[in-house]
């Protein structure tokens, strides 16, 4: 089974990708956007987010999740540190001598650890072994028809230090000033996870796990990325600069195959993704969409979306 995330959020004043410093000012991530205005394109720098920072995130959920349900994660990604088997010396950790077959490589990866099955890995030695994510992200975006309203703006910071005698200037209190370039935007993203490629092999297409194991790694995933947008712990610098805002709407697609909800950056995505779903049904496939605009939380859309794939035997 298949499930696609269209997720809104407002945030004012966030610092969540920056992307280089320098000197004492933090520029946040921005990408080129086209957007219509008054009937003609153009292009406009806008504030965004990496996927590579949203699926970081979702990531550090998955290991929290994956413990929790006593699922096995290897020391590195305990750590955060998604190494992900990349060379011998973070595959010997796990499989030891390290196999020759590609196939015994991946089943050694896959068994020991919950986040390289869900998120993959690339161990780049001889043989080479790849594995997809079962997971997609894409970047977070302003919304279209609100993308010129979207800024970034630095913000002015000082940080003080008390100078001692030795430094040149005394007993005088030092002020070290420092700018944050923050981004205020609606954001519009998109999260899919592909429930039937968790503990299966990307070489045979054959289970490499037993079917209970399945199914507690697939709730794993699934309840990471309810924490993930429940909490909002995704991005960076949310020590100072935790989003003003919050999600503001979800649309959840569950599908028997691939499909994927129609991008939360165009306002009548949620009717567009209906209507397209409409046409699966038409071809035989079964679906559940919920959605959560104004009355509903996004909570009870992504537990709807679960007691679903529960009914459905997903997990
Ligand atoms: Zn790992």
Same mark, same amino acid.
């Given at each position: 089974?298949?499930?696609?995330?269209?997720?809104?959020?407002?945030?004012?004043?966030?610092?969540?990708?920056?992307?280089?410093?320098?000197?004492?000012?933090?520029?946040?991530?921005?990408?080129?956007?086209?957007?219509?205005?008054?009937?003609?394109?153009?292009?406009?720098?806008?504030?965004?987010?990496?996927?590579?920072?949203?699926?970081?995130?979702?990531?550090?959920?998955?290991?929290?999740?994956?413990?929790?349900?006593?699922?096995?994660?290897?020391?590195?990604?305990?750590?955060?540190?998604?190494?992900?088997?990349?060379?011998?010396?973070?595959?010997?950790?796990?499989?030891?001598?390290?196999?020759?077959?590609?196939?015994?490589?991946?089943?050694?990866?896959?068994?020991?650890?919950?986040?390289?099955?869900?998120?993959?890995?690339?161990?780049?030695?001889?043989?080479?072994?790849?594995?997809?994510?079962?997971?997609?992200?894409?970047?977070?975006?302003?919304?279209?028809?609100?993308?010129?309203?979207?800024?970034?703006?630095?913000?002015?910071?000082?940080?003080?230090?008390?100078?001692?005698?030795?430094?040149?200037?005394?007993?005088?209190?030092?002020?070290?000033?420092?700018?944050?370039?923050?981004?205020?935007?609606?954001?519009?993203?998109?999260?899919?996870?592909?429930?039937?490629?968790?503990?299966?092999?990307?070489?045979?297409?054959?289970?490499?796990?037993?079917? +209970?194991?399945?199914?507690? *790694?697939? /709730?794993?995933? !699934?309840?990471? #990325?309810?924490?993930?947008?429940?909490?909002?712990? $995704?991005?960076?610098?949310?020590?100072?600069?935790?989003?003003?805002?919050?999600?503001?709407?979800?649309?959840?697609?569950?599908?028997?195959?691939?499909?994927?909800?129609?991008?939360?950056?165009? +306002?009548?995505?949620?009717? *567009?993704? /209906?209507?397209? !779903?409409?046409? #699966?049904?038409?071809?035989?496939?079964?679906?559940? $969409?919920?959605?959560?605009?104004?009355?509903?939380?996004?909570?009870?859309?992504?537990?709807?979306?679960?007691?679903?794939?529960?009914?459905?035997?997903?997990?």
């Amino acid at each position: 089974m298949f499930l696609s995330v269209g997720v809104r959020f407002e945030a004012n004043v966030e610092a969540l990708n920056m992307v280089e410093t320098a000197g004492n000012y933090s520029k946040h991530r921005r990408v080129p956007y086209l957007v219509e205005e008054d009937g003609r394109l153009k292009t406009v720098y806008v504030p965004a987010l990496s996927g590579e920072s949203l699926a970081h995130a979702y990531q550090e959920h998955l290991v929290r999740e994956a413990l929790g349900l006593g699922l096995p994660v290897c020391d590195d990604c305990r750590r955060d540190e998604f190494y992900k088997s990349m060379n011998k010396v973070h595959l010997k950790k796990k499989v030891n001598p390290i196999p020759d077959d590609p196939r015994d490589i991946e089943i050694a990866i896959v068994r020991s650890c919950v986040v390289e099955d869900v998120g993959g890995f690339l161990y780049a030695e001889k043989p080479p072994v790849r594995r997809s994510s079962a997971f997609q992200v894409s970047y977070a975006l302003p919304v279209k028809s609100v993308a010129l309203f979207a800024t970034s703006e630095p913000q002015l910071h000082a940080r003080h230090a008390q100078m001692d005698s030795s430094s040149k200037k005394g007993n005088a209190s030092e002020q070290m000033i420092y700018y944050v370039e923050t981004g205020t935007a609606l954001y519009g993203f998109t999260f899919n996870l592909d429930l039937d490629a968790i503990g299966v092999s990307a070489i045979t297409s054959e289970p490499i796990l037993d079917e +209970d194991e399945i199914k507690t *790694r697939r /709730e794993a995933a !699934l309840r990471a #990325l309810f924490r993930m947008l429940s909490s909002a712990q $995704f991005g960076a610098k949310l020590s100072r600069f935790f989003p003003v805002g919050g999600i503001t709407e979800v649309a959840v697609a569950v599908t028997e195959h691939p499909f994927v909800v129609t991008s939360p950056i165009y +306002d009548d995505y949620i009717a *567009r993704t /209906e209507r397209r !779903l409409k046409v #699966l049904e038409g071809l035989g496939e079964n679906y559940l $969409f919920a959605v959560a605009t104004g009355e509903k939380v996004p909570e009870e859309a992504l537990k709807e979306a679960m007691d679903y794939l529960r009914e459905q035997g997903a997990f």
